[in-house]
């Protein structure tokens, strides 16, 4: 499809076969970064709740093709600022296909769940633009607990944040208590040292990062928001590969 037809006259289902078909592509993945950015034409005119559910499928479909270098700075974007179940649980189970997990990132996912703990609903990552009509067992808080569970003894350093969500007050739902007790466990497993093994024992499907992508009910997409000044993860010298993207620099 030329770019000149991505823009926002586009259909929402055009749409997501678009991204399914890029998806589907080992040539042309790279373009799924193109259509997250905030600036792009496709999002002109949409409502928040679109943009939403347009982002998101964006992210489901990286969980599935694998978070590259260039993809995982809109991946941390989500997770640092994010105030939205779907768009937070679609970034969770992304960063799990990123090949090198590590410490730096625990702390990041684990300030995702602070934020959205209160705000926790089920989801659906089936169906573009399909209600959860009822508890599918799958939730934004859910993925970012199978999200630490996959980082494992490297999310050593967020233990104590963790414990403290076992408090009644932190307002966890039964079910996201157990999922909380069984995180604890992967992440104090100093032997699963592989991340599918970590998943495996939690029984997260697919490793966790089958998908597709969904509406939602409260959306408050944060488009125009500024963006944070850096994430200090990895240091220097790549918050400046990063920031060196089109688009993503200050």
Do not use: C
């Not at 497993?189 to 592989?194: I, K, N, P």
């Amino acid at each position: 499809m030329p770019d000149a037809m991505i823009n926002g006259r586009m259909s929402e289902p055009q749409f997501a076969a678009l991204v399914g078909a890029i998806a589907a592509d080992p040539a042309r993945r790279g373009r799924l970064v193109d259509l997250l950015r905030e600036d792009h034409a496709v999002y002109d005119g949409r409502g928040t709740a679109a943009i939403v559910r347009m982002r998101g499928w964006i992210l489901l479909a990286m969980a599935r093709t694998g978070v590259s270098d260039a993809e995982l700075v809109f991946v941390l974007e989500e997770l640092d600022t994010g105030t939205d179940p779907y768009l937070v649980g679609a970034a969770a189970r992304a960063l799990r296909s990123y090949p090198r997990p590590h410490a730096g990132l625990a702390p990041l996912v684990a300030g995702a769940l602070d934020n959205i703990r209160r705000r926790d609903e089920p989801l659906s990552f089936g169906v573009y633009g399909e209600y959860a009509v009822e508890d599918t067992g799958i939730s934004a808080v859910g993925e970012l607990l199978t999200t630490l569970a996959w980082l494992g003894p490297q999310a050593r350093g967020v233990l104590a944040d963790l414990e403290a969500l076992r408090a009644p007050a932190a307002g966890l739902s039964r079910k996201r208590r157990l999922d909380l007790e069984r995180t604890l466990g992967a992440i104090r497993d100093a032997g699963l040292h592989d991340a599918e093994a970590r998943l495996a024992a939690l029984g997260a499907p697919d490793g966790g990062k089958r998908v597709a992508g969904e509406e939602m009910r409260r959306p408050d997409h944060r488009r125009g928001e500024k963006r944070p000044e850096r994430f200090d993860l990895f240091g220097d010298d790549t918050h400046r590969r990063l920031t060196s993207l089109p688009g993503r620099g200050q």
